[in-house]
């Protein structure tokens, strides 16, 4: 803690004392604003662009802009929308072995996922005709058991006709048995929380791809990718084909799918209704199903061919997505919006929010980032230079309403501007935006301005 309060303050710092110097060579030449605005702009773009993911910033502060700026977009619908038409998520967090075996880490008697059962249902879905799609396999096979070898084959043989994308990370290691090539894994390693944005990195510092990322590439058809083009930035070329673009290997974690929009039976929730087919629902007036794998393979099997049949016949990316959905389970994370939420429902957001946005369009998000600041500075900078009126007296009602106004909203302009910008891109662009840090930025902007300018009146 103290020593991000350290990086803090530095940065406080540094620009009050270029604010400072500005200001003198600004103050009386409407030109030098504007220049300075487009300047301001053209750097910060560039800046949130590139790091954005590391400014310093607090979770309650990102969790409340997130929590309002709900109110004023369809973002969350719009991603619910593209999961019902391209996803099928499978639950295995009740479909256990009914041996109980040995954690070799822990030492502890654990019980882990049925792999015959697993292993079913993986044959079967290759089975399945005109099956397009891609299998996600967000699970951790990193305790032997008597099944392995029927789940290796199983995945051997759909690997070899289908799409595959398996869970990898630094905290857990596959058994001998159930390890396969390198290029079907996708890493799904947590980054701690440290006081700064929830940040999901595309390509890891070791060079892992992350899981998410990995199934946006099988899909697009992404080749390949090099390496970063400036130091200490995320900046990459990415190759698809004969078409080359650029991207940022990072994204500002977004939860869209919230865990109230799911019909997942077996968790502890209060349902408000019950719909005709059986799905209930809490938030939404159709909720996304979300299938027990032992029951899928047994009375769900119809529902669950039915969905893959609409899925697989139209444009559909057709995403199988299988992994624990209790919300009491290990693979549980901290967000910004919320204090637990499943690694799996993570982990879909992030695909989500790579396949239905324009989130790695780089360029549009950095011209809106630029208009945005441009604007931004502009206002503080010709607001905060403005000749003051000698303040007049009042009374009565509406003189009352009018100081209360102007105390909670106009003092906390920069803010307002702020959550507004990023409401626009998030809806444009699909990346979110960490919003505390340049809000910082623009109050001591426009506090040192107020002096020098009361100071140059005098």
């Known amino acids: 803690m103290t ?26 030449n409407k030109r030098r604003k504007i220049l300075f605005s487009i300047c301001t702009g053209f750097f910060l773009s560039v800046v949130v662009t590139l790091f954005d993911h590391d400014l310093p910033t607090y979770k309650q502060g990102e969790s409340m802009v997130l929590s309002g700026e709900s109110v004023f977009n369809n973002r969350t619908r719009n991603s619910l929308d593209f999961v019902r038409k391209n996803m099928t998520f499978v639950d295995i967090s009740r479909v256990e072995d009914s041996v109980i075996y040995k954690d070799p880490v822990t030492g502890r008697d654990v019980r882990i996922t049925d792999r015959k059962k697993l292993s079913e249902f993986i044959r079967y879905l290759d089975s399945f005709p005109g099956f397009r799609g891609i299998l996600v396999l967000d699970l951790a096979f990193d305790i032997e058991s008597r099944n392995d070898s029927v789940l290796k084959s199983a995945i051997d043989k759909f690997s070899r006709v289908h799409q595959l994308v398996l869970a990898s990370g630094s905290h857990f290691q596959p058994v001998e048995k159930l390890t396969f090539a390198d290029s079907l894994y996708g890493d799904v390693t947590e980054k701690l929380y440290s006081k700064k944005c929830f940040s999901h990195e595309l390509i890891k510092d070791n060079g892992n791809i992350s899981l998410p990322f990995k199934v946006y590439s099988k899909l697009q058809g992404i080749t390949s990718y090099s390496k970063p083009l400036l130091p200490f930035t995320g900046l990459r070329l990415l190759h698809s084909g004969n078409s080359t673009s650029l991207f940022v290997d990072h994204l500002l974690e977004y939860n869209s799918i919230p865990f109230d929009s799911l019909d997942v039976t077996g968790n502890d929730i209060s349902f408000e209704e019950n719909s005709a087919s059986g799905i209930n629902t809490v938030s939404t007036s159709s909720p996304i199903k979300v299938y027990e794998l032992g029951a899928l393979m047994d009375q769900d099997r119809v529902l669950f061919e039915y969905d893959e049949q609409i899925k697989s016949s139209g444009n559909s990316f057709n995403i199988v997505i299988v992994g624990s959905f209790d919300k009491k389970g290990n693979d549980s994370h901290a967000t910004l919006q919320s204090e637990m939420v499943q690694g799996v429902l993570i982990l879909s957001s992030l695909i989500e929010n790579l396949l239905n946005t324009r989130a790695m369009n780089v360029s549009r998000f950095w011209c809106f980032l630029f208009l945005c600041f441009t604007i931004i500075t502009l206002f503080v900078t010709f607001q905060s230079f403005k000749k003051e009126n000698a303040p007049k007296e009042g009374s009565g009602f509406n003189y009352f309403v009018s100081k209360v106004f102007k105390i909670i909203f106009w003092g906390e302009i920069h803010f307002w501007l702020l959550f ?27 506090l040192i301005f107020k002096a020098w300018g009361k100071r140059l009146r005098k």
């Open 3 to 28: 020593e991000h309060l350290l990086v803090f303050f530095a940065y406080i710092l540094l620009f009050g004392l270029i604010f400072y110097y500005a200001a003198q060579y600004i103050y009386l």
């Open 420 to 446: 507004i910008m990023m409401v626009f891109i998030l809806n444009n662009t699909g990346r979110l935006m960490n919003i505390i840090s340049l809000y910082v930025f623009y109050i001591a902007m426009e």
